[in-house]
């Protein structure tokens, strides 16, 4: 069966490193593309400056909201996007901490 467009899900995410390098990026699948940051499987601004640690993010039904969105939070200066983050997330903690950890024991790791 074909997806519609209404099976969709896109995201507005923000990565931080510890030192508190912000990184704002957009992907369909949030899942996949944090597991990517926090393993170094993306070369590129979350490798080079270990932006591990998922401190924000934002679901949008349509690409182009989702694309506008991002492109606006770029824009902000870095105060303004902590602010945002703050509303969800007042002390930076990383929303996908445990997102992994069933697949790491199944792999006894």
Do not use: P
Not at 2 to 23: C, N, P, Q, T
Not at 24 to 53: A, E, M, P
Not at 82 to 104: C, G, H, P, Q, S
């Amino acid at each position: 069966m074909k997806k519609s467009y209404l099976d969709y899900k896109f995201y507005v995410y923000i990565m931080a490193s510890i030192s508190g390098v912000l990184y704002v990026g957009i992907t369909n699948s949030l899942y996949s593309r944090v597991y990517q940051h926090k393993h170094n499987l993306v070369d590129g601004f979350t490798k080079k400056y270990k932006c591990h640690k998922l401190v924000y993010y934002e679901e949008y039904q349509y690409v182009t909201d989702a694309i506008a969105r991002e492109k606006q939070i770029k824009k902000w200066n870095r105060k303004k996007k902590e602010d945002l983050i703050k509303t969800k997330n007042l002390y930076f903690n990383d929303l996908a901490r445990d997102w992994y950890k069933e697949k790491m024991k199944n792999k006894n790791i």
